[in-house]
């Protein structure tokens, strides 16, 4: 499949330009954000490995299945090893980190009490949605986490397949990316430094407080 390889390289790529780089930056002031902002993203990031992993977790405690925890590699902080009676179970378990991460981004885009443009919520975003592309490209290109050691395996996605087919691992990564392309769509139309015409405001008057001190109002009119 090199063309879709090719595809999800580049996707994955952009994702991370998109997602990532921005929002470390975009509460920056003239020095750069502040050790603070950076704390609380990546306290984001941490809470979103912490609910895919979670889900790993909580589902071989509702299916009564035994997992050995270990360090994992760049993109599974935690891998693990589960001991799955019947291949129901062990298909739940290594689907349910990303699916909770998916269903997850879509509670908290949905929600009108949540601020997108926090932080903890900006690093927790990005990482769900980075988090599955990484997942997908390491599956079929980098090789590193979705990879078989004889009769033992590595990875969300080379353990759907294991205990599935190929044809239904590869439905879930293409449904999963198609999913993470739509929430990122909306979480960049979400933030404050998106762009008007991705946002589509034809007009606008907005503030931000200056680091140096004052108020910056700018009045947006697209004709």
């Not at 750069?32 to 589902?59: N, R």
Request: aromatic share 12%; proline share 2%; charged share 15%.
């Amino acid at each position: 499949m090199p063309k879709f390889t090719k595809v999800i390289a580049r996707i994955s790529f952009l994702m991370f330009v998109i997602f990532v780089l921005p929002t470390t930056t975009a509460n920056a002031g003239d020095d750069g954000p502040s050790i603070l902002s950076i704390l609380k993203f990546s306290a984001g990031i941490a809470a979103s490995m912490a609910v895919h992993e979670g889900a790993h977790a909580l589902t071989a405690g509702v299916t009564n299945t035994r997992m050995d925890w270990r360090l994992g590699t760049y993109n599974q902080i935690l891998g693990y090893s589960e001991y799955s009676r019947n291949s129901n179970d062990a298909l739940a378990i290594n689907s349910a980190g990303l699916i909770v991460q998916a269903i997850s981004t879509e509670v908290i885009l949905r929600s009108s009490k949540i601020d997108k443009n926090s932080d903890f919520t900006r690093g927790l975003l990005a990482y769900n949605i980075f988090n599955t592309f990484s997942y997908v490209l390491d599956y079929y290109i980098i090789r590193r986490t979705n990879q078989r050691n004889g009769i033992y395996y590595q990875g969300d996605l080379e353990g759907i397949k294991k205990f599935s087919n190929a044809t239904t691992v590869n439905l879930f990564a293409l449904a999963l990316t198609a999913v993470s392309i739509f929430q990122g769509y909306r979480f960049l139309k979400s933030q404050t430094f998106a762009p008007d015409w991705l946002t589509g405001k034809k007009r606008g008057l907005t503030y931000n407080l200056q680091p140096s001190g004052g108020l910056l109002i700018t009045c947006t009119q697209r004709f």
